[in-house]
């Protein structure tokens, strides 16, 4: 079983709507949760991270962690054709970031 | 721009070659990471750095892959013997003290092993 599992799509939606991406992941050890971003060849953009259960809000971006299920979501509201690319959970093991799969997103206008 | 850079971006090599790339963390950043990730996949961890010690090094990282960063500064890895398994993209990132969940990312070396 991988560490982080990550449906990795491909996800199309009209502009507008509202996008949901999840992952689960496997130990309970786990304390911070990221979402990247990343273009087509290019490198992984940091979008927000929380720490432990709860939810964060940092524009259209929610992110959402569930430690007691280990589900972690990430809420795109009002998608926008810019917001298309690939989106990857990650979560902290210990020093390094251990990775989902990857969703790829598109919006279409 | 003070990101993290990586050159070179592309490199393209024959099989049984050696390969050395560069990445060049943000300025005070005293972690540096090294990251591999193949087509439709995640990046996987390969090694990382805290100032000029290697801390921890992957089972990924076979006997023909190297990392160095002298100094604490920038970072080199370095593939012997090419394979085309290798072919991947190589990502470097780096965090600053105390954030080290905060990786950020350079725009990575596309390496094609033909």
């Known amino acids: 079983q991988k560490e982080v599992e990550q449906d990795p799509g491909p996800l199309s939606v009209p502009e507008g709507a509202i996008v949901s991406l999840n992952c689960t992941y496997s130990?309970?050890?786990?304390?911070?949760f990221m979402w990247y971003r990343q273009y087509s060849r290019k490198g992984p953009e940091l979008l927000m991270y929380t720490y432990s259960s709860g939810n964060k809000e940092d524009g259209r971006f929610t992110a959402q962690v569930d430690k007691s299920s280990k589900y972690i979501s990430l809420f795109i509201r009002d998608s926008q054709p810019s917001d298309s690319a690939t989106y990857l959970c990650s979560i902290q093991g210990a020093q390094k970031l251990v990775f989902g799969q990857g969703t790829r997103l598109t919006i279409n206008p | 721009d003070t990101g993290v850079s990586q050159d070179p971006r592309h490199k393209i090599t024959k099989r049984g070659q050696n390969v050395t790339f560069r990445c060049d963390p943000i300025?005070?950043?005293?972690?540096l990471y090294w990251y591999r990730q193949t087509l439709g996949q995640g990046p996987e961890f390969l090694t990382y750095f805290q100032n000029e010690a290697q801390l921890e090094k992957s089972r990924l990282l076979s006997d023909r892959f190297s990392a160095e960063r002298p100094k604490g500064s920038f970072s080199t890895l370095e593939i012997q013997r090419t394979e085309q398994g290798d072919s991947a993209m190589y990502l470097c990132?780096?965090?600053?003290?105390?954030?080290?969940?905060?990786?950020?990312f350079g725009p990575g070396t596309r390496l094609t092993v033909l």
């Open positions: 990132a780096s965090s600053p003290i105390g954030a080290y969940n905060e990786q950020f």
């Open positions: 300025s005070e950043h005293n972690r």
């Open positions: 130990n309970s050890a786990f304390q911070y």
